[in-house]
């Protein structure tokens, strides 16, 4: 009734600021109780159970288990907790965290020469947040760090590794112009 009454108040005076504060306060009671609908849904097991995958969740996300192992992960954990209640506040938050902790999870993988995690860590940001800009240039970053281990595997005539890092290349940054020329070495390599 406080809605229909403050649409006829609209149509008698459209601009009142004391109009527009009543309208933000009923849609403030509004989502308070869509809230409490909705916790009132959920369970004593639910709950029990939304605050151990919150937990798991935040702790794969300190271990740096953001979307691997399958299940086991911070991005698994914190969508299981969503699919019991969609509004939670824990979980989204915890599924915004994703994408800063990988960046630097990301740099670490590439100092410590494990390529394969550093892949991980930019699956974990465009899984998490679709849009981050960094993705594309972090993809271009690996393509080289795959590409200069293909370099020292025909270097040393490791025919199997050269091919695996090249197609991981092409798959991270497929107009790369370092893969062309590296894939014209991989041929000119004796036996191939």
Do not use: W
């Amino acid at each position: 009734q406080a809605g229909k009454l403050l649409l006829l108040a609209s149509d008698a005076e459209p601009d009142s600021r004391g109009l527009r504060i009543a309208n933000a306060r009923l849609r403030e009671a509004r989502e308070r109780l869509d809230i409490s609908k909705q916790q009132a849904r959920i369970t004593p097991a639910q709950a029990l159970q939304i605050q151990q995958l919150l937990a798991a969740g935040d702790r794969a996300l300190a271990a740096g288990n953001l979307i691997v192992p399958p299940v086991d992960c911070a991005f698994d954990k914190y969508r299981a907790v969503l699919r019991i209640d969609p509004k939670n506040l824990q979980a989204m938050a915890g599924l915004g965290k994703i994408a800063a902790r990988a960046k630097p999870l990301f740099d670490e993988a590439i100092k410590n020469g494990t390529p394969k995690h550093a892949r991980a860590y930019i699956d974990a940001i465009a899984q998490s947040d679709p849009n981050d800009k960094s993705v594309d240039s972090m993809r271009e970053r690996l393509a080289n760090v795959f590409l200069d281990d293909a370099e020292k595997s025909i270097g040393n005539g490791n025919r199997g590794d050269a091919t695996y890092d090249i197609k991981a290349a092409r798959e991270l940054a497929p107009n790369n112009p370092r893969i062309a020329p590296m894939d014209m070495k991989l041929q000119a390599m004796p036996g191939g």
